[in-house]
């Protein structure tokens, strides 16, 4: 895959899984993501969306490091969280990056156990993930990523206030949200959640915007 200054174990793995062409709208924000600065993301496909996800975390964590993880990513539902693990193991096949996921489903005494032994990437749904964080004690310090993938969704179901909870308990880290439309939903909730932001999307007609 063709994107500047990749990390080749990342590449190498990504050419294993027939990703050898970023898209348009990757290749467009991948200096912007290495940067740490907060970006918006409006695609339609939905598999280009978990993708970009996948090879942004990666690409910025590279390595296991410490016991607290380091990206949080909010999904939808069990079904969501099982295919963004599958995808993020899959792509981080050449490093030793630990991914763990959790959804409403699972037990959170054994997710707690299984958490303390030291993750890098968390993947959940709002209401499991906001538990975690009341009654596990992670070290937010560590955080560099915190993912929201199909905001719009979640907006539309009214889950802002645990979304709102997670990033006020987060504080200052890279936010990276992913949705397949523009709404005034989302665009109050970055106003209220990012200072700047960077917005790329696959659609034509839309022009990139910077917010300050």
């Given amino acids: 895959m063709k994107l500047k200054k990749i990390n080749p174990n990342l590449q190498k793995a990504l050419t294993e899984n027939g990703l050898t062409e970023a898209s348009e709208v ?14 918006v993301f409006i695609v339609e ?8 996800i996948a090879i942004s975390v990666i690409q910025r964590l590279e390595k296991a490091f410490m016991q607290s993880p380091r990206a949080l990513i909010v999904v939808q539902d ?11 193991e899959a792509y981080a096949k050449y490093t030793d990056l630990r991914v763990f996921m959790c959804h409403d489903k699972t037990d ?3 997710d707690k156990n299984l958490i303390s032994l030291g ?3 968390l993947i959940g749904t709002p209401e499991r993930l906001n538990m975690m964080f009341s009654v596990a004690g992670f070290d937010v310090n560590q955080l560099k990523m915190y993912i929201i993938n199909d905001i719009d969704e979640l907006l539309r179901k009214r889950i802002e206030p645990r979304l709102y909870r997670l990033s ?10 992913i949705s397949d ?21 696959d659609n034509e007609d839309f022009e990139e915007e910077e917010e300050e």
Avoid at 78 to 88: G, S, Y
Avoid at 168 to 177: F, L, P, V
Avoid at 186 to 194: N, R
């Fill in 168 to 177: 006020e308990s987060i504080g200052k880290t890279q936010r990276m949200y």
């Fill in 78 to 88: 069990k079904e969501e969280a099982l295919r963004m693990q599958e995808k993020l």
């Fill in 45 to 52: 496909n939905e598999t280009e969306r978990e993708d970009i």
């Fill in 119 to 121: 993750i890098d990437i």
């Fill in 26 to 39: 990757l290749a467009e924000a991948f200096g912007t993501i290495k940067s740490g600065n907060d970006i």
């Fill in 108 to 110: 959170l005494d054994e």
């Fill in 181 to 201: 439309q523009e709404t005034e939903r989302l665009e109050i909730f970055v106003d209220k959640t990012m200072l700047d932001s960077y917005w790329f999307s």
